[in-house]
């Protein structure tokens, strides 16, 4: 069954370490946009991030579509908690969220509507656990003969010496 993450955006954020931190709001949300793109592993998984907002300018649905599977909102005229709180309510299977918080108001409400709920350390656990490894890149200038090999890969190309083949 496919998980529909519900995230409570500055308090990730905050959790994290993230905030404050003197940069652009729109740019750490963003960034937490890739960053939570990760948990839209299996098909079907979705990550909906709600940002608090004291601005009543901001239209009733305004979405940020980051990447595919991973959007966010403004909570307009309410707190990021509440906005979770009413999106868990008015779900037709309320135990397919799993709200990501360490807020323990809002967790403690999420579960009463049959969601299930997860520490922000948790999912960074996971993310880490999950994340792809790159290869440790070599200290140190290269070797002589791998020069020469990289020389002669240049050098010849797919095609021949100097692309001439």
Request: a neutral charge; proline letters at 7%; hydrophobic letters at 35%.
């Amino acid at each position: 069954m496919a998980r529909l993450y519900l995230v409570d955006g500055y308090n990730y954020l905050y959790r994290t370490g993230r905030l404050p931190s003197g940069r652009v709001l729109a740019e750490l949300r963003s960034q937490l946009a890739h960053h939570l793109a990760a948990l839209c592993g299996p098909p079907g998984d979705t990550v909906r991030i709600v940002w608090d907002t004291r601005r009543l300018d901001v239209p009733v649905l305004e979405v940020e579509t980051y990447r595919r599977g991973v959007r966010g909102e403004f909570a307009r005229g309410q707190s990021a908690d509440d906005r979770i709180v009413e999106i868990v309510d008015h779900a037709r299977d309320p135990g397919r969220y799993v709200v990501v918080s360490d807020d323990s108001g809002v967790c403690a409400r999420a579960r009463r509507r049959g969601a299930r709920t997860v520490s922000v350390g948790e999912i960074e656990r996971r993310i880490r656990v999950h994340a792809p490894t790159e290869p440790e890149k070599p200290d140190g200038p290269l070797a002589p003969e791998e020069v020469e090999a990289w020389l002669r890969l240049f050098e010849d190309g797919p095609s021949g010496p100097q692309g001439r083949g």
